[in-house]
């Protein structure tokens, strides 16, 4: 008997379909507007990291199943509170210096990106050459934000 | 059928998974608990006063100083509150500016500090950081109470770390009870 209850609230909840994290609008606040970029960095980005981090998501499509919806939301949500590309020119220069730091621990430490998430997404678990041409990357971003916080000051 | 019953079972997973989380940054983020009150009224008596901030932060160090991470999270809590109870009408636009660079990165770590028990690399991580913004405080607004800024060369692969006590011995929160006494006095703050 309990079955066919649950298959019902299945079905129901296929009804209820959540906004999307997509925006077309140009990103003036994106990340690259703030510190270089080179293309190889950004598509490594794009395709590991801007999923939850940025305000584009590529919706694969059984995210249009729910529950699963909803689970992709509340990841997504997290993931662009605690860092959003697309939003990084907002933050305070003292926050874009530890978002960067934050960037290179998880990477080194292997927390991200998230096991979960690589699981399905089998192109974003990062190679090894990919992994250093992120940590070298954040390390000049580091060293450029900090020369301009100190010009702004003397 | 026995593809429904996973699917069924897996979906209660996710909504139970969901609705707990939700419900934890709630709680986190409610800014009007008593003790919440209770802060603002006693830094009300000295203006801006950081009394309550660096308290929690005190707390949080001495809990880094034993590896208590569950101490640890609690004190991250405190501060967050007390971040909340901060008044901010008696600084100058300038000052003001400076403090909200300084709190929006700080009430991060301390967040962090409060939802990562069992984590305590993670936690010492944003520690380091939160520790440099409340040296930054004190510069900016002073404290009512003696702090030293101590200097720990080893931590985070021999980058070294700061972080400010309340007591002039040595007791590393970074390293803990592996290496209570390493680190050095490099400046009073009054």
């Given at each position: 008997?309990?079955?066919?209850?649950?298959?019902?609230?299945?079905?129901?909840?296929?009804?209820?379909q959540p906004d999307h994290n997509k925006?077309?609008?140009?990103?003036?606040?994106?990340?690259?507007?703030?510190?270089?970029?080179?293309?190889?960095?950004?598509?490594?980005?794009?395709?590991?990291?801007?999923?939850?981090?940025?305000?584009?998501t590529?919706y694969?499509?059984?995210?249009?199943?729910?529950?699963?919806?909803?689970?992709?939301?509340?990841?997504?949500?997290?993931?662009?509170?605690?860092?959003?590309?697309?939003?990084?020119?907002?933050?305070?220069?003292?926050?874009?210096?530890?978002?960067?730091?934050?960037?290179?621990?998880?990477?080194?430490?292997?927390?991200?990106?998230?096991?979960?998430?690589?699981?399905?997404?089998?192109?974003?678990?990062?190679?090894?050459?990919?992994?250093?041409?992120?940590?070298?990357?954040?390390?000049?971003?580091?060293?450029?934000?900090?020369?301009?916080?100190?010009?702004?000051?003397? | 059928?026995?593809?429904?019953?996973?699917?069924?079972?897996?979906?209660?997973?996710?909504?139970?998974?969901?609705?707990?989380?939700?419900?934890?940054?709630?709680?986190?983020?409610?800014?009007?608990?008593?003790?919440?009150?209770?802060?603002?009224?006693?830094?009300?008596?000295?203006?801006?006063?950081?009394?309550?901030?660096?308290?929690?932060?005190?707390?949080?160090?001495?809990?880094?100083?034993?590896?208590?991470?569950?101490?640890?999270?609690?004190?991250?809590?405190?501060?967050?509150?007390?971040?909340?109870?901060?008044?901010?009408?008696?600084?100058?636009?300038?000052?003001?500016?400076?403090?909200?660079?300084?709190?929006?990165?700080?009430?991060?770590?301390?967040?962090?500090?409060?939802?990562?028990?069992?984590?305590?690399?993670?936690?010492?991580?944003?520690?380091?950081?939160?520790?440099?913004?409340?040296?930054?405080?004190?510069?900016?607004?002073?404290?009512?109470?003696?702090?030293?800024?101590?200097?720990?060369?080893?931590?985070?692969?021999?980058?070294?770390?700061?972080?400010?006590?309340?007591?002039?011995?040595?007791?590393?929160?970074?390293?803990?009870?592996?290496?209570?006494?390493?680190?050095?006095?490099?400046?009073?703050?009054?």
């Amino acid at each position: 008997m309990i079955f066919p209850g649950l298959f019902a609230i299945l079905v129901i909840i296929q009804f209820i379909q959540p906004d999307h994290n997509k925006s077309g609008q140009v990103m003036p606040n994106d990340i690259s507007e703030t510190v270089l970029m080179p293309n190889e960095v950004k598509g490594i980005l794009k395709k590991a990291c801007y999923d939850c981090h940025s305000n584009n998501t590529d919706y694969p499509w059984y995210t249009y199943v729910q529950p699963v919806h909803w689970f992709m939301n509340y990841h997504i949500k997290s993931g662009k509170d605690e860092l959003n590309f697309n939003e990084f020119g907002t933050y305070t220069p003292r926050r874009q210096q530890n978002k960067l730091r934050s960037i290179e621990s998880s990477l080194k430490e292997g927390t991200m990106p998230l096991y979960s998430y690589t699981l399905i997404h089998r192109n974003a678990i990062l190679s090894k050459a990919e992994k250093s041409l992120i940590l070298e990357w954040v390390q000049s971003s580091k060293d450029s934000l900090n020369k301009n916080t100190q010009s702004r000051v003397h | 059928m026995k593809t429904l019953i996973y699917s069924s079972a897996l979906s209660l997973l996710f909504l139970a998974a969901c609705s707990g989380s939700s419900n934890k940054t709630q709680s986190n983020a409610d800014p009007n608990s008593a003790s919440t009150k209770a802060m603002a009224s006693e830094s009300s008596e000295k203006g801006a006063s950081t009394a309550a901030i660096l308290n929690s932060y005190i707390k949080l160090k001495n809990a880094f100083t034993t590896d208590n991470d569950k101490e640890a999270a609690s004190a991250g809590k405190e501060m967050v509150t007390a971040f909340a109870g901060f008044d901010k009408k008696s600084l100058t636009a300038e000052q003001d500016k400076a403090y909200t660079d300084i709190y929006e990165d700080a009430k991060e770590h301390a967040e962090h500090i409060g939802d990562n028990v069992g984590n305590i690399t993670h936690q010492r991580e944003h520690f380091d950081m939160l520790s440099k913004d409340m040296y930054d405080l004190v510069k900016l607004l002073g404290t009512n109470q003696s702090l030293y800024v101590d200097h720990c060369p080893m931590y985070n692969n021999n980058k070294g770390a700061i972080w400010l006590s309340e007591v002039k011995d040595i007791k590393n929160p970074y390293l803990g009870a592996a290496m209570p006494t390493c680190g050095t006095v490099k400046e009073e703050l009054n």
